[in-house]
């Protein structure tokens, strides 16, 4: 316990950009930087990130470049022995390159738990095996070899990675430097935290593990070794850490998902005139959304897109009807994929815009339905009560069966929102027009399904979620 009047010394290790956003775009280090009794140091490895901390305007809370987090400290920091260790370290791994290291545990151990997603991603074609690596999701065979099914060699190549006499320089002397009381690692299926765990088990440095996605328990490969605590979004996260990962449900703390706090917040959501000015749409016009994926996951959309921009055109869905397509944040090619359809005001094509979590907010609240393929913004629309018509077929494109989408509700973390009730599938376009139709025809219809769908996935779903997460962390650095 910190004493009183004394500072707490936090470091909160943020790998990759979707952790970065759940922390940096919520309260959440705005709330730990109001308290005044918590010194946070926000480590990530875009230097961008440091104008972002640096607008919470806390002297308390500094950034710093995970990549270099100190002063360069060379090889023989921390002595002779630590050296020699660290020399030992990188030998054996070029030694054993081939068997041991973060891809083959990833591989092993999601072949071992016969998660859906993994035989799906062993059954792809090598490029597109290359293309889900960079991902951070290893499904070539080769990574298993030898006996890819024996559980004992995993458990032995798992220690021999997660030793704890692994170290990197760096990592040590910030840990020094800043003396931390916790450290705070979100994406704990990440090789970057891996140091940063090591160097608090020699130090006796408590961790909190946040896992931030709701697939990554069944997607990401095994835990980081050396987590005390950790927080989840949801019931069902809790309960799959305690089935494949182990861990025990008093060591889990489920807070909800903080980046669905803005569901919840009063004057976030536009008003619909505001909403439908931006649009360019009249105030009273219905309209159906398009929430796009990426251009890798989503080949399929253009053609659907031009199906229902169709159907509107005919007259099918209402005369006082639009569609609004919403492409992925990421999708740089999407003006070559949607913009020759744009045709205000039957169809609206918005460009790619990162961020602007209100503005999604608003435009869940006020569609009519979504449309979509299998992703988290399916559990966005039914954070609103929004219906949503899930996508099941591949659009005009003629696709591999180890390629489909429909093959996407198979997996783990994803069957269970199908399970739900919660939305309707459409395996073609006939299926597809009728289920928009249903649903604009009743918004009430699959009602109980969203309510099942929320409390497995999304409770507590009252925008506090947030505030759970800064008290977790408070708690865990020793105050009140």
Sequence with gaps: MVQAGSRARVAMVLPNSMVIRNTLETTVLAQLAGRGDLEIAVLTPYPANAEAVAKLGSPLVSWADLGRPTPDPGLAYGGPVAAAARL???????????????????????????????????????????????????????????????????NLLYRLHYARWYGEPMVEAFCDRFRPDLIVLHHLQNEMVRPWANAARRRGIPVLGVVGSWDQPTT??????????????????????????????????????????????????????????????????RFILLGANSARLGAHEPSIAAFLAERLAAGDFGADCSLVIRPHPKDGAWGQRFGHLHAPPLVVVLPADLGRLHFLASLLSHAALLVASSGSICLDAMALDTCA?????????????????????ELDHYAPVVASGGLRLAEGFPELAQAVRAYLDDPSLDAEGRVRCRAEQLEPLDGQSSRRVAQAIARMAGLS
Excluded at 111 to 124: C, N, P, S, T, V
């Design 88 to 154: 030992a370290q990188r030998l054996t791994a070029r030694l054993l390159r081939p068997w041991v290291g973060f891809p083959q545990l990833v591989y092993r151990f999601n072949r071992l738990r016969g998660f859906a997603g993994h035989r799906q991603k062993e059954a792809l074609p090598p490029e597109d095996r290359a293309r889900e690596a960079q991902a951070g999701n290893f499904a070539d065979p080769a990574l298993g070899r030898p006996l890819p099914d024996s559980r004992a060699l995993f």
């Design 389 to 409: 018509v899930n996508l099941a077929f591949d659009g005009d494109l003629s696709v591999p069966h180890a390629r489909k989408a429909s093959r996407w509700l």
């Design 220 to 285: 990401k490969g095994p835990l980081v070794a050396g987590v005390d605590r950790f927080l989840v979004q949801s019931r069902r996260m809790r309960e799959e850490l305690a089935l494949y990962h182990g861990v025990p449900e008093e060591r889990v703390e489920v807070t909800g998902w903080p980046q669905m706090d803005v569901y919840r917040q009063s004057g976030v959501i536009a008003h619909r005139a505001e909403l439908t000015a931006e649009l360019g749409l009249p105030v009273d016009r």
